[in-house]
Structure formats: C-alpha cells, structure tokens
C-alpha cells in the first residue's frame, strides 16, 4: 500500500526567514507529485506537479519555489516567508496513467508571525 | 479557465436525516471531466470520497452518491440518512481530460446533530 509523509507536522516561522517543507511517498513508483496551499478559510489551490525526478512546473506564483531530487521526495521551499505565506500546505499523488484522482498527505501547518 | 462552485459554506442537519451538498462546475475543456468528492474528517487528512469520470454515471461510498450531470453541469453529494460520525468538511472538484490540475471548489462544512 501507498503511504504519504509529510514534514513537519506544524512550523512557526518569523517573517523574512527560510523555509522546506517535505513530502515523501512510499509503495508507487514514478508517482506525479503535487504541493497545494490552502489559507485559513480559502480553497486549495495547487502551486506545483512534478511528473519526474528533476522537473517542476509551477501552478500559482506565491515567491515559493519546489524540487524533486528523488523519485519518492518533493520538496517546497523559500528562502523569505512572507505572512501570506501562512496555511495549510499538502503534498498529494497521482497514478501515472489516466486516472486523475490525487491523494493527500496529513499536511503541514505553517504560521508565519 | 475550469472552476468548481459549492454554495454552502456551512451546513448543519440532524442526525438520520437526508443531506444534499450542491457542486456545479465549469469546464472549458474538450471531453467530459472527471469529478470527485473529497471528505476531511477533524483531525484527519483529505481523502477521496468518491468519483465518477462517466456522465450520467453515479459514484457511491459510505452510504453517500452523486450522479454526474452533464446538461446541468452538477454533481451534489447526497445521503438519505446522515450520521453525527458524518460530520467534516467536504469538497467537490474537477479534473479535465488531459489536464494535471485538480480543481477544488471552496469546501462545505457539515454538521450533524445529535
């Protein structure tokens, strides 16, 4: 079975300092990844979808940036937090193919003071 | 661009009665997209309800449906009988055909009375 872990559970960041939040999938090769944002009460919206180890295609500009340096890893970061930066991010997966459900990580938690 | 529309933030029925949360969508694509339901229960992360990816085609899980309706564009998430264990927030979305974006729309809060 597919399990999904992110990292961490929760963070409290200063505005202007760095961030990298992670993602790892485990039991699915060659999985397309994604990172959403969701803002206390907005919607998800998706920032990124890798279909391969090294490429990214950004969704939505927010000044964050993400990589894929392992088949199983996605990573997002920044290196300046702004306050809107704050919210719920998850990393989700899809089944290469053409199935088009994705599916969630526990998510982390960021707030930015 | 595609776009999903749930109308009630929130939502709160009694225990044993009937639910209805309405979805329209908006696609823009060649084909028929395939729509979903998407359930987060406090505490726990988003998991896939159901989907259906065929109009006029019905998806079904834990005791809830949605009929894909293509003339008007819908897709409401129903169940005869809810339960206080239902209580969560919920969210329709859409994927279209040869696209890597999912699409979600605000989300509906349920609450279930005892």
């Known amino acids: 079975a597919q399990t999904i872990h992110q990292w961490p559970v929760a963070e409290i960041k200063a505005v202007g300092s760095p961030l990298s939040l992670g993602c790892t999938i485990k039991g699915k090769s060659s999985p397309n990844l994604y990172w959403y944002w969701q803002a206390t009460g907005g919607t998800l919206q998706q920032l990124f979808y890798s279909i391969t180890v090294g490429q990214v295609e950004s969704v939505v500009q927010l000044n964050l940036s993400a990589s894929r340096p392992k088949d199983d890893q996605f990573i997002l970061s920044t290196e300046k937090l702004l306050l809107s930066h704050s919210g719920f991010y998850l990393c989700a997966w899809r089944a290469w193919g053409q199935t088009y459900e994705q599916y969630f990580g526990p998510g982390t938690r960021l707030t930015v003071l | 661009g595609d776009s999903v529309t749930q109308t009630e933030g929130q939502v709160t029925v009694s225990e044993s009665k009937s639910l209805i949360i309405n979805c329209t969508y908006s696609a823009t694509s060649i084909g028929y997209p395939n729509l979903f339901w998407y359930v987060r229960y ?66 509906t809060q349920l609450t279930v009375m005892p």
């Open chain 2, 42 to 107: 406090p505490g726990e992360g988003l998991q896939l309800l159901l989907k259906v990816i065929t109009a006029g085609q019905k998806g079904s899980s834990r005791g809830f449906e949605a009929t894909y309706n293509k003339e008007a564009t819908s897709f409401h998430l129903q169940k005869a009988s809810v339960q206080e264990s239902d209580s969560a927030v919920y969210y329709c979305a859409l994927a279209s055909s040869g696209s890597w974006q999912l699409i979600f729309g605000s989300g």
